[in-house]
């Protein structure tokens, strides 16, 4: 097996830091974004998307969609459980998972590509006022997370899981070293970042 | 149970197409987004994201995202399966899903809410260039499905899927009446939404 994609880099580094956390290693091949090279044919044979990452069997089959590619690794590795124990604890995981992915990771991404200099190669078009509202909401869901996360250690409950890992990387932005500020109000939010910051699985993922 | 939501609209209608396909039965609770019912105490206690719909289970316990709570009920109600049989088969219609979210119905719902006056209530701000230039991603998207159904009958492969649920209701975006027009050159397209909107999940839960 293995991984197209940056293992210290977006989504494929939440994979990376998946991997870390399950004991699992898979290599990643690097796909140059910025020379377009998830355009070509040969990765559009991989995934039609165009998106990375994509997780390719030895037998070449290929994989899409960073959470569709834990959800397999989970089905071979399932111990120790990391998308929940039982049907509600999976559907709760899941469900913050997405709030987290459709309230923050998508408008941060809209912030950071619609108003940087560095990602005019990746966007068609650049539409900065978008990016900047796409930051407030972001700043309003992360504000609604402070509130979870004062009555749970984690975004979805009492165990680190998938929910933190896509929160704790879209705050990163990609550069542990410069994280997008949290709204000052957030205490919480703030304790738990400080934690989960902190875990060898990040660390280890961690641009240079 | 119940669900928050309307049955014939938004993502709460891929939901009650899914509880079709399966045959089973909940029944649905109107949530009042138009008047901000969404954003009151009581519907956030159930939903802190202030999202529909909302699965309630008889002893209170909530579970939003629509996603979340499918997968939930899929666990209830394993047979007929409908999100995979292996893991490789979950991983491709987990993806496909994805690809669609995230390709597809972002972009349609940006256009909606974006350029439509009756979405004003639930736009703090609205762009309608973003909207534009989102339908125009949604049309790359729909061409690059388009090869995916020349090759397969179904979105996801050769059983209709979730993924298909989610792009149909795309398509019809809450007004099977008036779909989006499709490009003119996806005759694969053109044909798997001919197929799928007559599906009797589909006409039951068309708007009246």
């Known amino acids: 097996?293995?991984?197209?994609?940056?293992?210290?880099?977006?989504?494929?580094?939440?994979?990376?830091?998946?991997?870390?956390?399950?004991?699992?290693?898979?290599?990643?091949?690097?796909?140059?974004?910025?020379?377009?090279?998830?355009?070509?044919?040969?990765?559009?044979?991989?995934?039609?998307?165009?998106?990375?990452?994509?997780?390719?069997?030895?037998?070449?089959?290929?994989?899409?969609?960073?959470?569709?590619?834990?959800?397999?690794?989970?089905?071979?590795?399932?111990?120790?459980?990391f998308m929940g124990r039982d049907p509600l604890e999976r559907a709760r995981l899941e469900m913050w998972q997405r709030v987290v992915e459709f309230?923050?990771?998508?408008?941060?991404?809209?912030?950071?590509?619609?108003?940087?200099?560095?990602?005019?190669?990746?966007?068609?078009?650049?539409?900065?006022e978008w990016g900047e509202l796409n930051k407030r909401y972001a700043m309003d869901s992360l504000r609604m997370l402070d509130a979870q996360l004062a009555n749970n250690p984690f975004v979805a409950g009492p165990d680190f899981s998938w929910a933190d890992i896509t929160l704790a990387t879209c705050i990163q932005g990609g550069r542990p070293s410069n994280p997008f500020e949290l709204p000052g109000t957030c205490e919480h939010l703030a304790r738990w970042y400080d934690q989960v910051s902190r875990r060898p699985s990040l660390v280890a993922t961690q641009p240079d």
Chains 1, 2 share one sequence.
């Not at 950071?112 to 650049?126: G, H």
């Open 103 to 128: 309230g923050v990771y998508t408008q941060l991404r809209a912030y950071v590509r619609q108003t940087s200099a560095f990602a005019k190669p990746l966007e068609p078009v650049q539409m900065p």
């Open 1 to 81: 097996m293995k991984i197209h994609g940056y293992r210290k880099l977006g989504s494929s580094r939440r994979l990376a830091i998946y991997l870390e956390e399950k004991g699992i290693e898979i290599p990643f091949v690097p796909v140059n974004l910025m020379e377009g090279e998830h355009r070509t044919p040969d990765f559009l044979a991989r995934n039609p998307a165009g998106l990375i990452p994509v997780l390719e069997l030895d037998d070449g089959t290929c994989i899409g969609e960073t959470v569709a590619i834990a959800r397999y690794l989970e089905e071979l590795h399932p111990d120790p459980p």
